[in-house]
């Protein structure tokens, strides 16, 4: 069985790279390191998820805010149509306006429109220094209210990560490991990469600065390798050790950053008059916040009444905020019937007449983003 | 009437903005800097042209080595189909997975799909700090031979021109100004910009270094202000001026970076055969090299009878160097007769679906894009 899984070619010339859809990201990333190249895309799956798979859902990650998502690497595409055409979309050059650009449609469509068989990726040099910074608050308000701060400071991060303590809590226990302030009401993870180690030097002490005037309990330099790795375990490890706690529900909502404290503060109040627990975390610098709603103790049938009208009521504030219901795991089966809080009729048509132009049989994934 | 020119808001706590899009470029980028936000896309025509224009062809211009092109900044579009329905796609979110993502295809199609009305962009830091350095060469292939090499030595230049001789006594002459050396075979104009001034002293010192390697002639760096906008203002200047010449064709081909040596010695050897007279130059740091082919002194019949397969010859060697037909022209109606060169027909087709999906009645742009 042909599996699709090669790295085609490496272009140090050009920092570009062709390779196929069932490649393992993470295999990916650290082959282009190897010449001295970045691909800064960083799914916490990325060890397991297939670069096909990004793809298809434009992955984002923490880097997001610096970096970019999946769309913003992809030159050119190889996919086939649903009717059975090889198309080649695309050119291996960063500027291209020659007809109009199918793979930038094709990523996101959630394996809908066609079954990606070869990516052209754009790559970047890779920072040759990097330093995080793990930043305890007292309070979940301070914590991300810091936020917008940061970056009017003058800093871009190359990520900017937030955990509320029961999240912390959740990969404490799963890994086994500590946090050096294990008790915090929330945490950040701040992270600055660049080719100048005084410039982030200068870097970590404004960002000192900024969270100090927002009463952080205290800040954690690492700069080393080995440390940097232990501690994004424990971001990395988050998303599976909260889903490890009970039935879950996982929202993947995304606002404007200095909208992210009325967004919490929302999920808070809505999931405590629900009589339902929530976890918070993700990628605040980018706004992107997931949202785990958990059954715990709920009887199912206490479970199946509260939680349709929950996830709406959260849905609506996201939208309300300026932001949409997912940043980067899509739509699928499980939030399409929420869509329409979203999106207007006449833009959903629109997309399903897309949809039917690309597949006029509906063999793609049928059935997944549109309403029922 | 109403003329679609406000600049509705900048967000300078999201580094966002919402615009419509009959705003300049040029008032669009000085309005944000004044808040220390940076939209760096910068087409030459940034004095007249409109932003919803860029939008429409994907504009790029010198930075998009670094900051990438129109599409990299656009969040989301309001947009009018042709059948009369308002759409407004995306969120005022970095990442966005909620459907398809409309606003990626409307960019870059030409008017063809839609009739943009307001658009969100993401914005950036402003960087603190630019130096340009230009850099005479005594030959064509020296000088952009050497272009691949500053990428690899680690440097990312936020831009990267290439003129050769007869564009810049062009630009000379119709502008009324000299370039500090004036009859070198080729000219590199290299910025960098960034926040910490002594990581950009030694990218100069770096980009010294390679320029020197590949034999050039001087190194002039311009650090203040109105030294730069001087050296600028020759560059902005040379397309118009070499269109001043005479009747002319210009091509926007565009290769990968290490194949630009390739492509100017074959498009110099071709235009040499047919008798027809070239000037090229461009965003050398993209691979994106504007061809002109003028008339000069050949008579109606002689221009009429080569130019057309002069131009699919240089369309050719550019399609086998891995590149396309146009990097951010777009492709009219002057280049709807190549469109083949590059797009294989069931692509063609596909397009052309989706645009039947979109515009039944075949009233916006008709014409435009697709091969009679």
Redesign the interface.
């Known amino acids: 069985m042909e599996r699709f899984n090669r790295i085609i070619e490496i272009?140090?010339?050009?920092?570009?790279a062709v390779v196929e859809p069932g490649v393992i990201t993470q295999v990916f990333q650290e082959e282009v390191e190897k010449y001295?190249l970045f691909y800064p895309v960083d799914p916490a799956s990325r060890g397991s998820c297939f670069i096909g798979g990004n793809l298809a859902?434009?992955s984002?990650g923490p880097r997001?805010?610096k970096y970019?998502?999946t769309?913003?690497y992809v030159l050119a595409l190889e996919f086939v149509?649903p009717t059975g055409?090889?198309?080649?979309?695309?050119?291996?050059?960063?500027?291209?306006?020659?007809?109009?650009?199918?793979a930038?449609?094709i990523?996101?469509?959630?394996g809908t429109?066609g079954v990606i068989t070869k990516i052209i990726f754009k790559l970047?040099?890779l920072p040759k220094f990097r330093k995080l910074l793990l930043i305890p608050f007292d309070s979940i308000d301070n914590c991300i209210s810091s936020v917008?701060e940061f970056?009017?400071s003058?800093i871009?991060p190359s990520a900017l990560e937030f955990l509320e303590k029961s999240a912390v809590k959740a990969a404490e226990t799963q890994l086994n490991k500590k946090y050096p302030v294990s008790d915090a009401e929330a945490q950040l993870f701040i992270e600055v990469d660049?080719?100048?180690e005084?410039?982030l030097n200068?870097d970590v002490q404004k960002i000192a600065e900024v969270a100090e005037k927002f009463g952080a309990i205290d800040i954690i330099l690492a700069e080393d390798r080995q440390k940097m790795d232990d501690i994004w375990e424990l971001r990395r490890g988050t998303g599976d050790a909260v889903k490890s706690i009970s039935t879950y529900k996982e929202e993947d909502t995304?606002?404007?950053?200095?909208k992210m404290p009325a967004l919490i503060k929302g999920v808070k109040e809505i999931s405590s008059r629900y009589g339902i627990r929530s976890i918070c975390y993700g990628?605040a610098g980018?706004?992107?916040v997931h949202v785990n709603i958990l059954k715990d103790k709920l009887s199912d049938k206490e479970w199946n009444d509260r939680i349709d009208d929950a996830i709406r009521e959260i849905f609506n504030l996201t939208i309300s905020l300026?932001?949409?219901?997912?940043?980067?795991?899509?739509?699928g089966y499980s939030q399409k019937n929420y869509?329409s809080i979203?999106?207007?009729n006449?833009?959903?048509q629109?997309?399903k007449?897309?949809k039917?132009?690309?597949d006029p049989n509906n063999i793609l994934n049928p059935g997944k983003?549109f309403p029922d």
């Open positions: 272009d140090e010339k050009n920092f570009q001295g859902e434009c984002g997001a805010l970019g998502v769309r913003d149509t055409e090889i198309i080649s979309n695309g050119a291996r050059t960063i500027k291209n306006v020659t007809g109009y650009n199918l930038q449609l990523i996101g469509s959630e429109l970047i040099s917008a970056f009017t003058g871009t660049g080719n100048y005084e410039a200068n995304v606002v404007p950053r200095n990628h980018d706004g992107n300026g932001g949409t219901l997912s940043g980067e795991h899509g739509i869509l979203a999106l207007g006449s833009e959903i629109l997309m007449d897309i039917r132009t690309f983003i």
